[in-house]
């Protein structure tokens, strides 16, 4: 989510706190809303879908989140399923406050970097993804204060292994999965002093991958862009420069002293103070107030132009008043291109094309998988398509301002964004963008003390639904004061609410899918520190962390894996294998992550006892030979089986 929208939005909401009297709890009943298991959905894609059509020999496949938004584009979509049923497992390493992550490998290894934390400072943390428990931590140092979030490749020299790449101000690092380092080499740049009044310049976001030269990009907040050589980290090209100015932070609106007054010392206690001496709270209050940065999000490439697309600040003079700050946002293209006459082979940034936008975005900008539209968020609450060349197709208001990045499917033209309340679903119709659903945000309906409920997460698609955060709590001035927090699985086709589970704590980063169908959230509370502060009685302590929520019921993980493989292999036999052959391939790449997911969760179905040997053994027999007749040619010997396997559900 955009961490500076949210914490805008809410703090304005407690500007008129002392008008409310707000300890004293009201007498409803605690009588939580009971959440069946799901019937299957019955959505299904429809015509061609968009296609990267490139290689996955160094991009892996998005079957979980090897990046902060799940790969290259940042559509925030995995190709399996998220578990129809699940609940709260663990939280693990609750010392640390992380924004972002965590990512994955392709073995089940869970990664995050800390922003803040008590005790041992640390850049990276490996968990075993199931158990929460420690595998390896890299250590802080003079020349890497902290880190961005893990960026993970495949490796093509080693098929079948991959790389954790991380990159702080001064230092960026290759690793491999056990921890070791593969290459550790200076960016080019040396830590300033610290300023707390300007906390944003010294950061760097994460990488990320440019097929044409093999190279890692990456970004400060300051503007600065990098290429490293993905091999050897050799910087390939001179440090370049994003423009504009730092971004104005608020709308001059102050936070009550009171109100930071109460919440720094929750903050302090479960998280200590930042390497400035700041309360966490306070830290992002300076953020918001004068420590804009010129870059506040991450960036995407498209893998096929090798275009750079990174949301930013106009130049200062732009906005009318040259006082060092930017009132409006713009949005970027570059691409590192070769250096004429070069002996050497090297690469130069070179700006491509830009758009401003009055409002401002400090969105990611999202992808489509083909790389021909571009999506972004603007902070007066429009959604915008644009073309590659950054022309403008489409706007469409939603209401509000939107808080995170756009979530872009593959199929169906479907988009999805998010507000400070809702989750809504919108069609890219080509040259108009049309909404056409808001989510049913429902999961504590019963619960005392709730008088609002609302989006807390950016939207992740997964083939049988989306995955969101609800925060329930007590409406104040139109905002939400959350007191309980959890996760969601909507209907795609409808916006209904499939399944929910409460959950631990906040966070400010992603609704992260594993390749298992597990939930993990990074937990950083600051919304949350906010309602525990004005209400104490009312809700737990704040706690950092990571959390997963486990996958109960596998036989229904297995069904929805199933159905989704079998509605994919019906759509992609009707596509033409003239002219489609790229979404058709695509498409039996998908199958095979779902079907390796039922035939994953089949075996633990028994084990817990919700399917028995003979069914298991039947359905794996399908899947087997769906796995076999996985060709263009064949699609219709995988459709009946399928069919039959997705039909064998609807006798348990």
Not at 374 to 389: F, R, T
Not at 392 to 400: F, Q, S, T, Y
Request: with cysteine; glycine share 10%; charged share 20%.
């Amino acid at each position: 989510m955009n961490t500076r929208k949210v914490l805008s939005l809410l703090l304005v909401a407690v500007v008129g706190f002392g008008v409310f009297k707000i300890f004293v709890d009201d007498t409803r009943p605690h009588n939580p809303k009971v959440f069946a298991p799901p019937e299957k959905t019955q959505w299904q894609p429809v015509g061609a879908r968009a296609t990267a059509n490139h290689s996955y020999d160094v991009i892996p496949e998005p079957d979980t989140f090897n990046a902060i938004h799940v790969g290259v584009a940042n559509s925030d979509s995995v190709w399996g399923v998220a578990a129809p049923m699940f609940e709260l497992d663990w939280v693990a390493e609750p010392s640390y406050f992380i924004g972002n992550g965590p990512l994955f490998d392709n073995q089940g290894n869970l990664y995050f970097s800390p922003q803040f934390y008590h005790g041992e400072r640390v850049v990276l943390v490996s968990l075993d993804a199931q158990t929460g428990v420690r595998r390896w931590a890299i250590t802080a140092d003079d020349a890497m204060h902290s880190a961005s979030p893990a960026f993970i490749l495949n490796d093509p020299d080693n098929p079948g292994a991959q790389i954790i790449y991380i990159i702080g101000y001064a230092r960026a690092m290759a690793l491999r999965p056990d921890g070791s380092t593969i290459w550790s080499v200076p960016t080019g740049l040396s830590l300033p002093p610290l300023d707390p009044s300007r906390s944003a310049g010294s950061k760097v976001h994460s990488f990320n991958y440019h097929p044409a030269t093999d190279s890692l990009i990456a970004v400060s907040k300051a503007g600065e862009l990098f290429a490293f050589n993905r091999r050897t980290g050799e910087l390939v090209a001179p440090i370049g420069q994003v423009p504009g100015a730092p971004a104005v932070s608020g709308n001059g609106t102050k936070i009550p002293g009171f109100v930071v007054d109460r919440v720094d010392p929750l903050m302090d206690k479960a998280f200590g103070k930042n390497a400035a001496g700041l309360s966490l709270f306070s830290s992002a209050v300076s953020y918001i107030y004068g420590g804009g940065g010129l870059v506040t999000n991450f960036f995407s490439i498209d893998p096929k132009s090798g275009r750079i697309y990174i949301a930013a600040t106009a130049n200062d003079a732009e906005d009318g008043t040259e006082d060092g700050r930017s009132e409006i946002g713009a949005i970027y293209a570059f691409d590192l291109i070769s250096i004429p006459d070069d002996a050497d082979g090297g690469f130069e940034f070179q700006m491509l094309n830009r758009a401003t936008f009055q409002g401002g975005t400090g969105s990611t900008p999202a992808l489509s998988a083909d790389g021909q539209r571009l999506y972004v968020s603007d902070n007066l609450g429009n959604v915008i398509a644009l073309d590659s060349e950054l022309n403008e197709i489409w706007r469409a208001d939603v209401g509000e301002p939107l808080v995170g990045s756009i979530s872009v499917a593959a199929d169906n033209n479907e988009l999805y964004a998010v507000t400070r309340k809702d989750v809504i679903q919108l069609v890219d119709n080509g040259d108009s963008g049309a909404r056409t659903w808001a989510a049913e945000l429902t999961g504590f309906d019963g619960y005392a003390n709730v008088d609002e409920q609302t989006n807390s997460l950016t939207a992740t698609i997964t083939a049988n639904g989306v995955v969101i955060g609800i925060g329930g709590g007590k409406s104040l001035l139109g905002s939400n004061l959350m007191l309980h927090v959890g996760m969601g699985l909507l209907d795609r086709q409808t916006g209904k609410l499939r399944y929910f589970a409460e959950g631990r704590e906040d966070s400010l980063a992603m609704s992260i899918v594993a390749a298992d169908g597990s939930i993990y959230v990074a937990h950083s509370p600051l919304r949350r520190a906010v309602g525990k502060a004005i209400y104490p009685e009312l809700t737990q302590d704040i706690t950092g962390g990571i959390a997963r929520y486990k996958p109960i019921r596998l036989d229904l993980l297995a069904r929805d894996a199933i159905c989704a493989a079998q509605a994919r292999a019906a759509n992609a036999s009707t596509l033409s294998q003239t002219t489609e052959l790229a979404a058709i391939h695509t498409d039996i790449r998908q199958i095979k992550v779902l079907l390796k997911q039922a035939a994953n969760a089949l075996s633990k179905a028994v084990i817990d006892g919700d399917m028995t040997i003979d069914a298991a053994g039947v359905l794996k027999g399908l899947l087997l030979q769906s796995t076999a007749n996985l060709a263009p040619a064949n699609l219709d010997l995988v459709v009946t089986d399928m069919a039959g396997a997705c039909r064998m559900f609807d006798q348990f």
